[in-house]
């Protein structure tokens, strides 16, 4: 099937329900086999046991950026191409968006109290990532404000790719200044700078965030889709009954 | 019982939140999926249909 065939939103709920049970047995799956070896990972020898915290606050961290991401592609495809499913897509991202970016500060503080004595600090990393949950919410609001889901759509596009200036700030802010939170040790030039002890659990950890993102955006588009279904008939039936 | 170290309140309740958190973005799809089929399924046995599924007119 070509690929611009998915731009129907018929062929997109037939496909998508044939796809989400295997999405999310196999998010099961790898989060079984995620957490068990999470369990089973050693200390840290600087961090002690709150090593494990990072298993689900760094994936978190990296979905945060990534559903601002998809929701900048999605922007693009309801401003240009003016994609049919372009803002289902965005406007289904925007809320796992910011679920994950919670989860990421939550456990974030949860760790930096017993290693830096404070559940939080002032600084770049820390602040560009409030930043960007401030964001989710003000894109969330805007589609709750706009009664129209097109015009709400274009609005909230114009307003993601604004944001987006903010995903290359999060991601160079312990380069650019001197912040407390430490520098990328995955995703860096010249490989990761941990131990495959440690680096293991947290890319299958990773997986099974990236699975749960997937099963729960296309579910949430799948949603969107039938609710803009249930406007339009509620208004043809509105339009009937004024005939 | 597994030891968790002197942090172990720190790690259960990240662990707690992040589950609560997970716990509530899928309760969110699926009580939306149920109130948007229903919602569609009772303007349906009204006999409201969209242009689309209407005999003789154009695709949308």
Not at chain 2, 9 to 33: E, Q
């Amino acid at each position: 099937m070509p690929l611009i065939d998915l731009a129907n939103p018929t062929r997109f709920l037939a496909l998508s329900g044939r796809l989400l049970p295997w999405l999310a047995a196999a998010t099961l799956i790898v989060f079984a086999i995620g957490i068990s070896l999470a369990v089973g990972a050693p200390d840290d020898y600087q961090q002690g046991g709150t090593v494990k915290i990072m298993f689900i606050h760094v994936p978190a961290a990296w979905l945060a950026m990534g559903c601002w991401t998809v929701m900048s592609i999605a922007a693009l495809g309801t401003l240009v191409w003016r994609h049919p499913l372009a803002d289902v897509a965005a406007r289904a991202a925007a809320p796992l968006g910011a679920a994950f970016t919670a989860m990421c500060l939550i456990t974030g503080m949860l760790w930096g109290r017993p290693m830096w004595g404070a559940y939080w600090v002032w600084d770049g990393r820390l602040t560009s990532v409030l930043v960007l949950f401030l964001m989710y919410l003000g894109v969330l609001a805007l589609w709750r404000t706009v009664e129209d889901p097109s015009r709400a759509g274009r609005a909230a596009a114009v307003l993601t790719l604004v944001g987006a200036i903010n995903l290359p700030i999060i991601k160079f802010s312990v380069d650019w200044w001197h912040t407390l939170h430490q520098p990328a040790s995955v995703l860096r030039l010249g490989g990761p700078t941990i131990h495959p002890s440690l680096l293991m659990p947290l890319l299958i950890m990773a997986l099974g965030f990236l699975l749960l993102f997937l099963t729960l955006h296309l579910a949430a588009m799948r949603n969107e889709i039938m609710r803009r279904r249930v406007r339009t008939m509620l208004m043809l039936q509105a339009e009937a009954a004024g005939h | 019982m597994m030891n968790l170290g002197p942090y172990a309140a720190f790690i259960l309740g990240a662990y707690g939140a992040a589950a609560l958190i997970v716990t509530a973005m899928v309760a969110w799809v699926v009580i939306d999926h149920r109130r948007q089929a229903r919602a569609l399924a009772d303007l349906e046995a009204r006999g409201v249909t969209r242009r689309s599924e209407r005999p003789g007119e154009a695709t949308r």
